[in-house]
Structure formats: structure tokens, C-alpha cells
């Protein structure tokens, strides 16, 4: 059966630092990805979207960026945090081909400081 | 532009009765129509889908959905509460490019 792990499950950075969020998936190969966050109190953001390795494409102008240097691997990362990047990120990950339903991983909470 | 939207943002209902969530989605051919239910803290999970066919489906946990083209409509239902389903409950439609867009949610709170 199909997994999704994301790492760390919580995390607190000061503003002006890096980051690093990683998501893998178990199980499936060639899924799309997707990387939400989801702010207090609100519905999810999609941010990210992958096809393939290599392959991102980007819903919003942010201080985010994502890459998928595995098939099965997607990490959100930042150069510099804002206060404003604070939220409740999730990878998720579906099928590639069709309309299909994504499958969550279980979140990283993030508090920049 | 495509949209979900649920007008509820908490819902209290009291353990063993009846709940309906509504949710409505924005102009579209045929939608594909999700209901995802969040625990605090955690991800989310699947309660189930419609793609096409009968317009009633059957998800998980005891609950279900039933699509009413004529009213935009694809509320979900679960005909006795318990304390467990307390969470947040979230309609999604996929549009069309393959990806998800979500409404805003809606609390279940659930009364002893």
C-alpha cells in the first residue's frame, strides 16, 4: 500500500533563516505531488505541483520554492523565512494520468518566530 | 473561476443525531466532487468522492454525499454523530487542470 511520510512534524524558526520541509511517498510510482499550506483557521493554499522529476510548477509569487530531485521526494524549502510563511504545511501526492484523488501526509506545523 | 464554497464555518451537533454539511461548487461541467475530514493537528483523509454515476455515494466511517447538479450542491451526511467525528470537514472540486480546489471548511463540534 501507498505511504506518505513528512518530516519534521513540527518546526520553529526564527525570521531570516532557512528552510527545509521533505516529503516522500511509498508504494507509487510517477505520482503528481502537491504542497499546501494552510493558514489558521483557513482553507488549503496549493503552492506547489509536480508531474515528474524536475518538473515544478508554482501556484503563487512567494518566498517558497519546491523541487523534486527524486521521483518520489518533494521538499519546500526558503532561502529567508517570514513571519508570514507560519502555517500548516501538507504534501500530498495522486495518480499521474486522469482525475483522480490526492492522499495526504500527515503535516508540518511551522512557527517563524 | 471555479469555486467551493461551504457556508458554514462551525456546526454543533449533539452526539447520536443527524448532521448534513453543506457545500456548493461554482459553475463547471460535471465536477469532480471531494469530501476530505480533518483531525486537529493531523492530515487529511478521504471520506469519499464523485466522479459520475449515482448521484448518492458512500463513504467512509458512515457517512455520505449526494450530488444535486440542479442546486450545485454536494452535502454530506451521516444519519447518528459520534463524539469521534468531531474534526474539520473540507469539500473539494477538481478543476481543470487536475487540481484541487477546496472550500474553506466547516468545525464539527459534537455536544456529549
Known amino acids: 500500500s501507498q505511504t506518505i511520510h513528512q518530516w519534521p512534524a513540527t518546526l520553529v524558526q526564527p525570521v531570516g533563516s532557512p528552510l527545509s520541509l521533505e516529503c516522500t511517498v511509498e508504494?507509487?510510482?510517477?505520482?503528481?505531488l502537491y504542497w499546501y499550506r494552510q493558514a489558521a483557521g483557513r482553507g488549503l493554499q496549493l503552492l506547489f505541483y509536480s508531474v515528474g522529476i524536475g518538473q515544478i510548477s508554482s501556484e503563487v509569487p512567494q518566498n517558497l520554492s519546491a523541487s523534486r530531485p527524486q521521483d518520489r521526494q518533494f521538499i519546500l524549502s526558503s532561502k529567508k523565512l517570514l513571519l508570514s510563511d507560519s502555517g500548516f504545511y501538507l504534501c500530498?501526492?495522486?495518480?499521474?494520468?486522469?482525475?483522480?484523488?490526492?492522499?495526504f501526509g500527515p503535516g508540518t506545523r511551522l512557527t517563524v518566530l | 473561476a471555479q469555486s467551493v464554497t461551504q457556508p458554514d464555518i462551525h456546526i454543533t451537533v449533539s452526539e447520536g443525531a443527524s448532521l448534513e454539511l453543506r457545500c456548493n461548487y461554482s459553475?463547471?461541467?460535471?465536477?469532480?466532487l471531494f469530501w476530505y475530514v480533518q483531525s486537529p493537528g493531523q492530515g487529511l483523509q478521504l471520506l469519499l468522492k464523485?466522479?459520475?454515476?449515482?448521484?448518492l455515494v458512500q463513504g467512509i466511517k458512515g457517512f455520505e454525499a449526494e450530488f444535486k447538479r440542479s442546486q450545485s450542491s454536494f452535502n454530506l451526511r451521516k444519519p447518528s454523530v459520534h463524539w469521534s467525528d468531531a474534526a474539520e470537514y473540507f469539500c473539494?472540486?477538481?478543476?481543470?487542470?487536475?487540481?484541487?480546489?477546496f472550500g474553506s471548511g466547516t468545525r464539527l463540534l459534537v455536544r456529549p
Open positions: 459553475y463547471g461541467a460535471t465536477p469532480y
Open positions: 500530498a501526492w495522486s495518480v499521474l494520468s486522469g482525475r483522480n484523488e490526492q492522499f
Open positions: 473539494a472540486r477538481m478543476d481543470s487542470s487536475y487540481k484541487l480546489i
Open positions: 464523485y466522479f459520475s454515476g449515482d448521484t
Open positions: 508504494g507509487t510510482s510517477n505520482p503528481n
